[in-house]
């Protein structure tokens, strides 16, 4: 970037999203700011994204020190669960809404129930949000998917979104298409206001189905590169189970060979 005097100035960012405690992290965080500035030689702002559900865990420091010699590297850090709600909920940001419905799904792991009734909740608030409609649809998919509910609750849920579109709430028949439309044709839609029959359920779940894995792609090739084309077909052999917690645990991938292991940990080995 150029700064107002005309000098450029470089700005690194690295960024880090940890779902899960672990003692070493601090120690990658480390390692990753000493190979960034031993190829660049430029300094570097770190930043870790704690979304874990731990409240007591909050690493924000490595040290390392021997006979003297001590090297310490603080990183920032922001720690979902401890922002205040209140906050979340008065911030026009959308990402502060991408907080909100992560906690939602963390609070109600457990809960299909109360799963259901804050994802309608968020679902009604997300509907009188000012963003874009595009933005909203987006935002949408992202909780659609992040607050999966099991069979007999999503069907009570869809049923709440049709009582929201008799209700004229803005966005929330666009919302569902955009959702679940992929891989429906035109004709099924109509199947919507008269009672979804069932080759209309297969066609949501084969949308659903092709979003997540499109979804766990286009994360692996950010986090890792290109992926071949038979360990993309392992991928779509695993199960839902198997895709949405490789979906989780991706995260802490750094390399093809750490997908390849959770392959033959997990699922199906290349």
């Not at 669960?81 to 963390?106: E, G, T, Y």
Request: no cysteine; aromatic share 8%.
């Amino acid at each position: 970037m150029y700064l107002l005097d005309g000098k450029e100035q470089w700005v690194l960012i690295h960024i880090e999203v940890q779902g899960q405690r672990d003692d070493d992290f601090p120690e990658r965080m480390f390692i990753s700011y000493y190979r960034i500035f031993d190829r660049y030689k430029k300094r570097i702002a770190g930043f870790a994204i704690l979304s874990d559900n731990d409240p007591n865990w909050h690493p924000h420091e490595f040290v390392s020190e021997l006979l003297g010699a001590k090297e310490t590297y603080h990183f920032n850090t922001a720690k979902l669960i401890k922002i205040d709600p209140k906050i979340l909920a008065n911030n026009d940001n959308p990402f502060a809404w991408v907080v909100i419905a992560h906690r939602a799904a963390q609070q109600t792991s457990k809960n299909a129930q109360a799963r259901l009734r804050m994802k309608i909740r968020l679902t009604q608030e997300l509907a009188q949000q000012r963003y874009s409609n595009e933005a909203i649809r987006d935002l949408y998919r992202f909780m659609d998917w992040i607050m999966q509910l099991p069979e007999a609750e999503r069907i009570q849920y869809k049923d709440e979104l049709r009582k929201m579109e008799g209700e004229s709430m803005k966005y929330i028949s666009s919302i569902e298409q955009t959702a679940l439309a992929e891989g429906i044709e035109k004709g099924m839609m109509q199947g919507i206001e008269k009672g979804i029959e069932k080759g209309m359920m297969q066609g949501m779940e084969k949308g659903r189905t092709t979003e997540r894995i499109g979804l766990i792609m286009r994360l692996l090739e950010r986090l890792i590169g290109p992926i071949d084309a038979n360990t993309r077909e392992l991928i779509e052999r695993l199960s839902t189970n198997q895709q949405l917690q490789l979906a989780e645990d991706l995260l802490a991938f750094k390399q093809p060979s750490d997908l390849h292991m959770w392959l033959k940990l997990f699922g199906t080995s290349p």
